[in-house]
């Protein structure tokens, strides 16, 4: 069945806070997500038959059977899936593949994680990069995109000014959300005086580190009765994963973006000019832009000037994360891209509402540029 | 040096004889031998022709500097005393890309395209890891 029909649908949502929640652990707010989509989208536990989720960092063996099993649920299909911030919208792709082969009817995807007050417990995943990026103190994720940041300005001028327009636009759009980590206004000149974490980024250019969990519901339209909220259309999907390693990328200012994206919008049958809002996925401020060039929101090379320009923000030709992204609601992996434009497409999102929102685009980007999803809704 | 505090590799196949390599003063390359591509990181699996076959060459140990960065923030305890310092994606002439660190040049110096070659300094009585410097005229 062509997704174009639209049939596949997002049926509920489920967030819970996001920020320090020294009380939380990755398990209770897991549950507490998928516990909220369930109900958003008005089904019984007794209908929901999948559940995917992520085996975060302190997440244990056989992960996403002892979330179904505390829910209450002994699913026909469930799994973990591992593509760092893709992961998301990879949980809504295997979710319709999965019910269009017969295999369920209705799948949670969640993902949970409490990264921020959680320290490491019983679990621990290693990372992969011992042997080759370690030993060279090439650690953490903002070293790898400073990596990114400093070829895009090479090849094409880009300007700290211009990767601190879309900090400052993340924290406004933060600002109108209430469920989000950092909600103080900033200007360009705080962005300029936050200080160097890793040349060229600075503290400003960083995501936030959060506790914090979201789901969705997937389903048939056709199969779906009684639904207690307008469902939202799956029109378009597409992962493309280009390296690993950013020693083996083919490009380091070109995201998997540039490939899934054209799938995903030609699948949905439609052009980027279409898009009403955009939830990308903002690790750090150069995804953003280099993002708006490999879906087609602007030419390759001037994503730093359609920032400055003002054209992501609320109001503008394409506002981008209305929430406030991973910059400044908080990091749930992506997640709460998928949540909010949800949300955005059924009018929910009161002062932050984008008027009349009928198509979102949301993507995933995980690892250091290594994998990339695209998603494109509507209603 | 048995108080060496930074991270170090876990060496064993297949990455062995690249860090013979660095101990012997040069860098050692998988050069597959069906369809001459040199491999890094290390792998039994040559990633273009699939070929399990290869053999270790040396490295002439030069290259140019593809992109770099400079840590302002130690991620390990093991760096704090270094910062700031440089890390860059070197290509080497063979045609492989590492990541290392460039050392005895300013950070005002280091640029995209600069000509650098491997140094190699001993962290501790086994292990020898390859960095780089630029080339001097």
Same mark, same amino acid.
């Given at each position: 069945?062509?997704?174009?029909?639209? @049939?596949y649908? $997002?049926?509920?949502v489920g967030?819970?806070?996001?920020?320090?929640?020294? @009380?939380?652990?990755?398990?209770s707010?897991s549950?507490?997500?998928?516990?909220?989509a369930i109900e958003?989208?008005?089904?019984?536990?007794?209908?929901?038959?999948?559940?995917?989720?992520?085996k975060?960092?302190?997440?244990?063996?056989?992960w996403?059977?002892?979330?179904?099993?505390?829910?209450?649920?002994?699913?026909s299909?469930?799994?973990?899936?591992?593509l760092?911030?893709?992961t998301?919208?990879?949980?809504?792709?295997?979710?319709?593949?999965?019910?269009e082969?017969?295999?369920?009817?209705n799948?949670?995807c969640?993902f949970?994680?409490?990264?921020?007050?959680?320290g490491?417990?019983?679990?621990?995943?290693?990372?992969?990069?011992?042997?080759?990026?370690?030993?060279?103190g090439f650690?953490?994720?903002?070293?790898?995109?400073a990596?990114i940041?400093?070829r895009?300005m090479?090849e094409?001028g880009?300007?700290?000014e211009?990767?601190?327009? =879309?900090?400052?636009?993340?924290?406004?759009?933060?600002s109108? @959300?209430?469920?989000?980590q950092?909600?103080?206004p900033?200007?360009?000149? *705080?962005?300029?005086?936050?200080?160097?974490?890793? *040349?060229?980024?600075?503290l400003l250019?960083?995501c936030?580190?959060?506790?914090?969990a979201?789901?969705? =519901?997937?389903?048939?339209?056709?199969?779906?009765?009684?639904?207690?909220?307008?469902?939202?259309?799956?029109?378009?999907?597409?992962?493309?994963?280009?390296?690993?390693f950013?020693?083996n990328?083919p490009?380091?200012?070109t995201?998997?973006?540039?490939?899934?994206?054209?799938?995903?919008?030609?699948?949905?049958? $439609?052009?980027?000019?279409?898009?009403? =809002?955009?939830?990308?996925?903002?690790?750090?401020?150069?995804?953003?832009?280099?993002?708006?060039e490999?879906?087609?929101?602007?030419r390759?090379?001037?994503?730093?000037?359609f920032?400055?320009?003002?054209h992501?923000?609320?109001g503008?030709?394409?506002?981008?994360?209305?929430?406030?992204?991973?910059?400044?609601?908080?990091?749930?992996?992506?997640?709460?891209?998928?949540?909010?434009?949800?949300?955005?497409l059924?009018?929910?999102?009161?002062?932050?509402q984008?008027?009349d929102?009928?198509?979102a685009?949301?993507?995933?980007?995980?690892?250091i540029?290594?994998?990339?999803?695209?998603? $494109?809704?509507?209603? | 040096? #048995?108080?060496?505090? !930074?991270?170090?590799p876990?060496?064993g196949?297949?990455?062995?004889?690249?860090?013979?390599?660095c101990? #012997?003063?040069?860098i050692?390359?998988?050069?597959?031998?069906?369809?001459?591509?040199?491999?890094y990181?290390?792998?039994p699996?040559c990633r273009?022709?699939l070929?399990? !076959?290869?053999t270790?060459?040396?490295?002439?140990?030069?290259?140019?500097?593809f992109?770099?960065?400079?840590?302002?923030?130690a991620?390990?305890?093991g760096?704090?005393?270094?910062i700031?310092?440089?890390?860059?994606?070197?290509?080497?002439?063979?045609?492989?890309?590492?990541v290392?660190?460039?050392?005895?040049?300013?950070?005002? #110096?280091?640029?995209?395209?600069? !000509?650098?070659? #491997?140094i190699?300094?001993?962290?501790?009585?086994?292990l020898?890891?390859?960095?780089?410097?630029?080339? !001097?005229?």
């Open positions: 069945m062509k997704l174009s029909s639209g @049939n649908v $997002i049926a509920g967030e819970t806070p996001v920020g320090k929640l020294p @009380n939380e652990d990755i398990v707010l549950l507490k997500a998928a516990k909220a958003d989208a008005g089904l019984k536990k007794s209908e929901v038959d999948g559940l995917l989720t992520v975060t960092r302190n997440a244990t063996f056989l996403s059977i002892g979330l179904c099993e505390a829910l209450g649920i002994s699913p299909f469930t799994t973990d899936l591992d760092g911030g893709a998301p919208i990879a949980m809504v792709a295997h979710a319709i593949g999965a019910i082969i017969g295999l369920c009817r799948v949670v969640v949970g994680d409490d990264r921020r007050t959680g490491r417990h019983h679990g621990q995943l290693h990372r992969g990069t011992e042997d080759t990026e370690d030993p060279f650690l953490g994720a903002p070293g790898g995109y990596m940041a400093r895009h090479h094409y880009t300007r700290p211009q990767l601190g327009a =879309v900090a400052v636009t993340m924290r406004k759009h933060a109108l @959300n209430e469920n989000a950092m909600r103080e900033i200007t360009l000149e *705080d962005y300029m005086a936050s200080r160097l974490i890793v *040349d060229p980024l600075r250019d960083c936030l580190v959060s506790d914090g979201g789901a969705v =519901v997937v389903t048939r339209r056709d199969q779906a009765r009684d639904l207690a909220k307008p469902p939202v259309s799956v029109l378009g999907l597409a992962e493309f994963h280009p390296h690993r950013l020693s990328a490009s380091l200012t995201s998997g973006a540039s490939v899934a994206g054209k799938r995903a919008f030609g699948q949905a049958g $439609i052009s980027p000019e279409e898009i009403d =809002v955009a939830e990308i996925y903002d690790c750090f401020t150069i995804m953003v832009i280099i993002q708006l490999d879906y087609g929101f602007c390759k090379g001037e994503g730093g000037a920032a400055e320009g003002g992501i923000e609320l503008g030709k394409l506002p981008v994360n209305t929430h406030g992204g991973l910059l400044s609601q908080g990091h749930v992996d992506g997640m709460l891209h998928i949540t909010e434009a949800v949300k955005q059924r009018g929910e999102c009161g002062k932050r984008v008027r929102a009928k198509l685009l949301v993507s995933g980007n995980g690892g540029m290594s994998t990339h999803a695209s998603l $494109i809704l509507g209603r | 040096m #048995a108080d060496y505090a !930074k991270p170090l876990i060496i196949e297949p990455n062995r004889e690249f860090w013979d390599g101990k #012997a003063g040069e050692r390359l998988q050069r597959c031998e069906d369809c001459g591509q040199f491999r990181p290390p792998s699996l273009q022709c070929s399990l !076959k290869s270790w060459m040396k490295s002439k140990g030069t290259g140019t500097v992109s770099y960065v400079v840590y302002h923030q991620f390990h305890k760096f704090q005393e270094e700031p310092y440089i890390v860059a994606l070197i290509d080497l002439e063979e045609g492989v890309r590492l290392s660190r460039i050392k005895n040049c300013p950070i005002e #110096a280091v640029s995209i395209g600069m !000509k650098v070659s #491997a190699f300094e001993p962290a501790t009585d086994e020898t890891l390859p960095f780089f410097e630029p080339v !001097k005229d």
